[in-house]
């Protein structure tokens, strides 16, 4: 069984562009959420998708945006960007929605994003 | 919000020393989950633990979580270099659809 995808692995943007990332979760995984981690702030949640739903986002401001598609595939967006942007973005994804029930999580290789 | 405290930051041993990680949570935890990312990686799931004082082993490593459900720790015995790595903890919200992590402890084990 394939694992989590996420492309591009690796990319650099300049300050004021936008990117967009995306991550394929593990066959039959129809939750999938995202993480940003840098040195200084650790992993932090972005958002979470069941169904194609956002249940759930993180503290983060309204330039990064997601979705979920109905392969389960997910997106995320990051508007105008800056210097801070700079971060390692991982996606997981979940079987089930609920972690509480003893569900894994799986994590992506993440995508590398660089601004400058 | 939820917060998750983690320490050491940082921690050398040499191989074949103990190692011991400590995580703390603001709020009641319902559930925890421990995870390692070896440099350059990704997060990889451990273990979780739900109950109250829950003692969990995986060969040389050994997870508790207290008996307020506030707080855990990981204990690996006699390091190995295949240990380096950040283990991180992370406390599920009530919805179970959001993971707060700890800042992470950075292992370094010299052979």
């Known amino acids: 069984k394939a694992g989590v995808t996420q492309t591009p692995r690796y990319l650099i943007k300049t300050r004021g562009q936008q990117v967009t990332l995306s991550c394929s979760p593990i066959?039959?995984?129809?939750?999938v959420s995202w993480y940003q981690q840098t040195p200084g702030q650790g992993l932090q949640f972005l958002f979470e998708y069941f169904s194609e739903t956002q249940r759930n986002k993180g503290n983060f401001p309204g330039r990064f945006s997601g979705r979920q598609f109905s392969n389960s595939r997910s997106e995320m967006n990051v508007s105008t960007l800056e210097l801070g942007d700079s971060a390692l973005y991982l996606c997981?994804?979940?079987?089930?929605?609920?972690?509480?029930?003893?569900?894994?999580?799986?994590f992506g290789e993440g995508s590398w994003l660089t601004v400058v | 919000g939820q917060q998750v405290m983690q320490i050491p930051q940082y921690q050398h041993v040499q191989e074949g020393e103990d190692f011991t990680t400590y995580c703390n949570s603001s709020t009641t935890l319902s559930n925890i989950q421990w995870y390692k990312q070896r440099p350059g990686g990704h997060p990889v799931f451990l273990i979780q633990?739900?109950?109250?004082?829950e003692v969990k082993k995986q060969k040389r490593l050994t997870f508790q979580f207290g008996e307020a459900k506030k707080n855990s720790s990981l204990h690996i015995t006699a390091t190995q270099t295949t240990d380096v790595g950040t283990y991180f903890c992370?406390?599920?919200?009530?919805?179970?659809?959001?993971?707060?992590f700890g800042g992470g402890t950075r292992l370094m084990v010299k052979p």
């Open positions: 633990l739900v109950k109250s004082g």
């Open positions: 066959s039959g995984h129809r939750s």
């Open positions: 992370a406390g599920i919200n009530n919805a179970g659809n959001m993971l707060t």
């Open positions: 997981a994804s979940s079987s089930q929605p609920d972690l509480k029930a003893g569900n894994t999580i799986y």
